[in-house]
């Protein structure tokens, strides 16, 4: 639902109440930005996908090192070397680059996929939070994406960071 609509529905449902049941009426905010930012979860979902990732990104960076070794070492002896010599290392430098670039590709696949299911779950385990602290402190209300301004009094991001750090166990 966009924040027009949001706003339409919740501007519909203040005129609709009579004045002292709007008093009552207990709304919150919450800054999903912080929350993906500074979440325990967020930081424990990097440093577990940098630790599964890394050793590949390294192998592909020292795999470019040996590409780019092979190719200054045929610039500099490309002279001196046989037709058939500098043909077949030519080659080999062709394979390896195709090699070097699918692996890469693959890398950036399963990264990407592996970013797409710890971003679901962490969003999931968001949803959850914002949730259980809305029906815990009755909560009417709380709106998120695309809110202007909200004023500290409603801002309920740092006690979500409170459950989820108290979570985190």
């Known amino acids: 639902m966009n924040m027009r609509n949001m706003v339409g529905i919740f501007a ?11 008093a ?24 577990k996908m940098e630790g599964e990732f890394a050793p590949r990104e390294k192998e592909l960076v020292a795999i470019q090192r040996d590409i780019k070794t092979a190719e200054d070492k045929l610039s500099r002896d490309a002279a001196v070397m ?10 080999d430098l062709v394979n390896r680059k195709r090699d070097l670039k699918r692996s890469q590709d693959e890398f950036r696949e399963d990264l990407n996929i592996r970013r797409n299911e710890e971003l679901a779950k962490l969003q999931r385990r968001l949803y959850d939070a914002i949730v259980d602290l809305a029906k815990a402190e009755n ?20 006690a979500i960071l409170t459950r989820l750090k108290k979570s985190d166990n």
């Open 12 to 22: 519909a449902i203040c005129l609709s109440l009579p004045t002292m049941a709007l």
């Open 24 to 47: 009552e009426v207990k709304v919150g905010f919450v800054n999903t930005v912080k929350l993906m930012e500074e979440a325990p979860q967020a930081k424990a979902a990097i440093s």
């Open 82 to 91: 046989s037709d058939s010599d500098r043909t077949k290392v030519e080659r």
């Open 139 to 158: 909560y009417d209300l709380i709106v998120s994406e695309g809110v202007v301004f909200a004023s500290t009094r409603i801002d309920i991001t740092d």
